[in-house]
């Protein structure tokens, strides 16, 4: 049993040598280098709370600093797939004689290695959400995550109510957008109203689930007069600069507040309700006075059709009396014509039966015989 076992491991060990020696060797696994400005971030990308920082392009050129460089190690002569949301790939960032702006770039790429074994490329973005970065080598995938931080205020704007009634307050927010459309978060802001009163002339716009990016002002109408509020951006507040291929940065915005005056609208709602409710009456009396005369005139229309229905049934009865009595009369004349034909017949049949009886007695050898 003992030498069985031996052989039996044998064979294995031969067939497992024979499949190690068969088998071409496995492929390098891919490993991923990253850099910022050619410094090592301080995250590393591999999750999203640890998502790289990388500022958005808001001089609208992509410089190193604004780029994720990838360095992918792989095999000679193959080629490295990259994806991405929320990013744009490139291949190389801005230089004075190469320029590259924030419309540039591509969600997904291929590079070649060629006879090397890297694959360089960058990632940027202009939003401050979460993006993936997907790179793939030979079945081997790994995915960073990177995330912008807003630039500059490039805009300023404001939503509101644009009528409020003298003595209420409306609440205004104030939201500042980079020239992206992020919202940037801890602006200052300033405000000014005239013809009211405001509950704050300073706020900062917010950082949490209710109030990212903005701020809220409290407008109270005065007694009569449209109130104008403005807001602005405190002074220690840097701005976008206007740059070449971007919107014009707005870095004011105001709100027009018509004063609303509530008793000259209930008079005048008032008088539209009264104006209403007499034009409904008098609808109400012309439908009645219609529905009347059409009930008059179907009445009238009834008895006209009734009489004429109950002279028909009299001029039926009449006719069906002297249908009647012309069938009786004729009756009576027919049985009177089938009597007389009757007498008539029996009083022939004698005559000839009294002749043929004289005939026969002086005839006797030719009789004729009676009819009876």
């Known amino acids: 049993m003992n030498s069985f076992k031996k052989i039996a491991l044998g064979v294995v060990a031969a067939l497992s040598l024979s499949t190690i020696v068969a088998t071409p060797a496995s492929a390098a696994p891919m490993t991923v280098a990253i850099t910022v400005n050619g410094s090592a971030p301080t995250n590393n990308g591999l999750s999203t709370t640890a998502a790289v920082a990388l500022p958005v392009p808001s001089d609208n050129s992509v410089d190193a600093t604004d780029a994720l460089k990838f360095v ?7 080629a490295v797939t ?3 949301t929320n990013a744009s790939i490139i291949l190389a960032t801005a230089t004075s004689a190469a320029p590259v702006t924030a419309s ?10 060629g006879t090397g074994t890297t694959a360089t490329f960058f990632v940027f973005t202009k939003t401050i959400a979460v993006g993936t970065v997907v790179i793939t080598n030979q079945g081997t995938t790994t995915t960073y995550y990177v995330q912008g931080t807003a630039g500059n205020v490039n805009t300023v704007s404001v939503a509101g109510d644009d009528t409020a009634a003298s003595g209420t307050q409306k609440t205004y927010t104030v939201t500042t957008t980079d020239v992206f459309g992020n919202k940037v978060t801890g602006v200052a802001l300033n405000a000014t109203v005239s013809n009211g009163t ?11 689930l209710t109030n990212f990016g903005t701020a809220d002002f409290k407008v109270t109408m005065a007694a009569s007069g449209n109130a104008v509020a403005i807001f602005g951006l405190g002074a220690s507040v840097t701005a976008q600069s206007a740059i070449a291929g971007f919107a014009t940065p707005v870095l004011t915005a105001s709100k027009v507040v018509a004063n609303r005056d509530l008793a000259t609208e209930l ?11 007499a034009a409904l009456a008098a609808e109400k009396a012309a439908s009645a006075k219609a529905l009347a005369d059409a009930k008059l005139l179907a009445d ?5 059709v009734k009489a004429e229905l109950a002279k028909a049934n009299a001029d039926s009865v009449t006719a069906k009396v002297a249908a009647d009595k012309a069938i009786a009369d004729a009756t009576a004349e027919l049985a009177k014509v089938k009597a007389d034909n009757a007498a008539a017949l029996v009083a022939m049949k004698k005559s000839f039966n009294d002749l043929a009886k004289k005939w026969n007695a002086k005839n006797p050898k030719a009789k004729v015989k009676l009819v009876k």
């Open 198 to 208: 405001l509950d704050t002339v300073t706020a900062t716009t917010g950082s949490g």
């Open 72 to 78: 992918a190690t792989v095999d000679t002569g193959t």
């Open 82 to 84: 990259v994806s991405a």
């Open 104 to 113: 540039a770039g591509s969600a997904s790429a291929t590079i070649a290695t």
């Open 267 to 277: 008079a005048s709602m008032t008088a539209a309700r009264d104006a209403a409710n």
């Open 300 to 304: 009238a229309e009834l008895i006209k």
